[in-house]
């Protein structure tokens, strides 16, 4: 079975420049997570979706950052302007909801604002 | 805000040594889960263990939980290289789907 797919897998763009980070959850998982990873603040959660709803956005860290879900197989992960500090690795992950059970985590676009 | 903190932060052993890492946490929680990361890749799931849980394993991984203590310890038996990797723990928000991660412990298996 094919696991979360995200894309790119790197992307370096100039600061200023508009980022879509996209991903493809598991099929028939119904709970999507974005996160960024970095060094000095570790694994943060972003935001969250159920059933293509956002459930908790509080951890979008301005207002320069979007997510959308369209449907049940495909989101994305925007900012605009990207900013030098923006630059994390961004990881996407599903799962069943109402499980409390384990997340499935993509491999991450590495991404860097010059 | 930090729910789970692993200690120690990094970790060295040579191969067929024992490897533990601590997480502790500070809330009420419904499970804990622990999560394996190599390097340049996503997390990857090892073990869940419930809250009215004390031990679980799963081949040669052990995990115990201290509710009282709120704090859970993960064993890694005759450890190999391919074990190399950071170690995170995971904590729900209180019966929320969120999870919150620790910030890791990153083991070396020397050969």
């Known amino acids: 079975d094919a696991g979360v797919i995200q894309s790119p897998r790197h992307e370096v763009t100039e600061m200023g420049q508009e980022v879509t980070l996209r991903c493809k959850p598991i099929?028939?998982?119904?709970?999507l997570f974005w996160y960024r990873q970095t060094m000095m603040r570790g694994l943060e959660l972003l935001i969250y979706f159920n059933n293509n709803v956002p459930i908790d956005d509080s951890g979008m860290p301005e207002d320069r950052f979007s997510a959308k879900m369209p449907n049940a197989s495909f989101s994305t992960l925007k900012i605009q302007p990207s900013e030098p500090r923006d630059s994390a690795v961004y990881f996407c992950?599903?799962?069943?909801?109402?499980?409390?059970?384990?997340?499935?985590f993509g491999d991450g676009t590495r991404l860097s604002i010059l | 805000s930090q729910q789970g903190e692993e200690d120690p932060q990094a970790l060295s052993i040579q191969e067929g040594e024992n490897a533990t890492m601590n997480c502790s946490y500070k809330?009420?929680?419904?499970?804990l889960q622990w999560y394996r990361q190599n390097s340049g890749r996503g997390l990857v799931h090892l073990i869940l263990?419930?809250?009215?849980?004390r031990e679980k394993h799963s081949g040669r991984l052990r995990v115990t939980l201290d509710t009282s203590k709120k704090s859970s310890s993960l064993l890694i038996t005759a450890s190999r290289a391919a074990d190399t990797a950071s170690y995170f723990c995971?904590?729900?928000?209180?019966?929320?789907?969120?999870?919150?991660f620790g910030k890791g412990t990153k083991l070396t298996v020397n050969p």
């Open positions: 099929s028939g998982h119904n709970s």
């Open positions: 809330t009420s929680i419904n499970n």
């Open positions: 263990i419930r809250s009215n849980e």
């Open positions: 992950a599903s799962s069943l909801s109402n499980s409390l059970g384990p997340q499935h």
């Open positions: 995971a904590t729900d928000a209180g019966g929320s789907e969120k999870l919150v």
